[in-house]
């Protein structure tokens, strides 16, 4: 299947790709789908049910506010983030949902939208049904939906298919599963890896298009940044998690204006971009999924490092950084997951650091060997990382854990640039072991809120 930049990279609203993100998709699916076989004026009721990893932690990453948004037609790109509390909280209070914004049916949230906290679907571990229902409680349409990570959504009509995204059948110029395939398409065209993956996009739109996307993601990147450095506050949940990154902003830009000469504070900039990105995440604001929400700080983190660093960076600079740490997630899509709930952090976290570390190399003058090198590096660190969400937020550990594996980043372009691109362990294996590693971890230590941080910081 062909996957775009455009598929990894887009703008959303938090906590999660695959919990807030991919419920709201999926809901709006299901109500178009209905419009579509006219059905949306003799629908009377609409119910969901969350399996899985949704189930048992959907309160926590806010799918019930998603799946009630995408009821009313909303989208993650363009929902007002200002008032969609407000807008779940009038569905809630008045006992009424929208459909599209155009058809008006009861809802009753006890009866009409279930978390299973322990029952899960055959086809992903994050699995949402849907039915609706006429005035005399004759079903209309039912319909099951898979979150695979990264806010791609698959539809299923039988609970039994497996699930993945759903292909794009489009030919690119130079289509690859694994990182050798790109490699090799490097060696035999000449270009650099964000050459290749440019070559791809193009297969879909034009290049100002893609120049002027890609540099529209970084904006929003920097918009997030900004906000998440001015928002004072706790954020929301109950663990009372105060944000820090305001607190850190001032600090650093009182100490760059006094001519503070300490040479680590270069990493304390970098935390800095990761922790106001993740808690404007967690507090369910507008991010860009990179790969995913929960690893949503990492990428925009090692960019801002680059941008405001590296001598001569520049908008083309960060244009082939997003491109490089496109083509990279291909791989990862392609190959094994970026889903919490399926193979735990390490796809999530350890993908973006990945993802993050080969970009760098990239634009620091590193070849396709030493890109590939820096992206393994990336992700062999991470392997065995769970995903023990405390509360079922997104805020401990994993608010942090973003700017951690933001410092792995750098470190990882850095060693593979001293190097030759020669080396033992290949992205390739290394991803087919992360996929394994998931594949033997244990439920409780994917995104299920049962093992892990999740359970023992409560004795703490």
């Known amino acids: 299947m062909a996957i ?7 703008i959303g609203i938090g906590p999660s790709s695959s919990h807030t993100v991919g419920p ?7 109500v178009e789908r209905l419009a579509g076989a006219g059905l949306l004026d003799a629908t009377a009721a609409v119910s969901t049910e969350l399996f899985g990893s949704l189930g048992a932690t959907g309160h926590g990453h806010g799918s019930d506010k998603a799946v009630l948004l995408g009821l009313t037609g909303s989208r993650p790109d363009t929902v007002d983030v200002d008032t969609a509390d407000a807008q779940v909280d009038h569905i809630r209070r008045t006992g009424r949902v929208t ?3 155009r058809h008006d049916i009861g809802f009753d949230e006890r009866r009409d939208l279930v978390l299973h906290r322990r029952r899960t679907l055959p086809g992903h571990p994050n699995g949402m049904r849907m039915a609706a229902r006429d005035a005399a409680d004759r079903e209309l349409l039912t319909r099951t939906y898979y979150s ?14 497996a699930a993945g995204i759903v292909a794009d059948r489009t030919r690119v110029r130079f289509p690859y599963r694994t990182a050798a395939e790109l490699l090799t398409h490097c060696a035999d065209s000449g270009l650099p890896i964000s050459g290749v993956m440019l070559a791809n996009e193009l297969s879909w739109r034009s290049e100002d298009q893609v120049r002027a996307g890609l540099l529209g993601i970084w904006q929003a990147m920097q918009e997030c940044v900004r906000r998440g450095c001015e928002r004072e506050g706790v954020l929301p949940g109950g663990l009372k998690v105060r944000r820090r990154a305001p607190g850190l902003y001032r600090t650093l830009r009182a100490d760059e204006a006094s001519g503070d000469g300490d040479p680590l504070t270069v990493m304390d900039w970098l935390s800095l971009y990761a922790l106001a990105v993740n808690e404007e995440n967690a507090s369910g604001g507008r991010v860009v999924t990179a790969p995913t929400n929960g690893a949503a700080g ?3 983190a090692v960019l801002h490092h680059y941008h405001r660093t590296a001598p001569g960076a ?11 740490a496109a083509a990279i997630g291909v791989v990862y899509k392609e190959c094994a997951s970026i889903s919490g709930a399926e193979v735990g952090c390490q796809g999530e976290v350890g993908s973006a650091c990945s993802m993050a570390a080969g970009a760098l190399c990239e634009v620091l003058g590193g070849t396709p060997q030493q890109v590939e090198n820096a992206a393994e590096i990336g992700m062999e660190h991470h392997l065995g990382l769970t995903c023990d969400p405390v509360g079922g937020l997104v805020q401990i550990p994993c608010i942090e854990r973003n700017a951690m594996a933001a410092v792995r980043a750098i470190h990882a372009a850095r060693l593979a640039l001293h190097g030759d691109g020669a080396h033992v362990v290949s992205l390739d294996s290394v991803i087919a072991t992360m996929r394994e590693t998931g594949a033997d971890m244990k439920v409780k230590y994917k995104e299920t809120s ?6 023992n910081i409560i004795e703490c």
Request: glycine residues 16%.
């Open 148 to 161: 695979v990570g990264g806010g791609f959504v698959r539809e299923d009509s039988d609970d039994g298919a």
């Open 4 to 10: 775009s930049a455009f598929d990894l990279f887009s």
């Open 298 to 300: 990492i990428i925009p």
């Open 24 to 30: 709201m998709k999926a809901a709006r699916m299901f």
């Open 314 to 324: 520049d908008d083309d600079g960060v244009f082939r950084f997003l491109l490089t």
């Open 99 to 101: 459909l599209l914004g």
């Open 450 to 455: 049962r093992g892990g941080l999740a359970v």
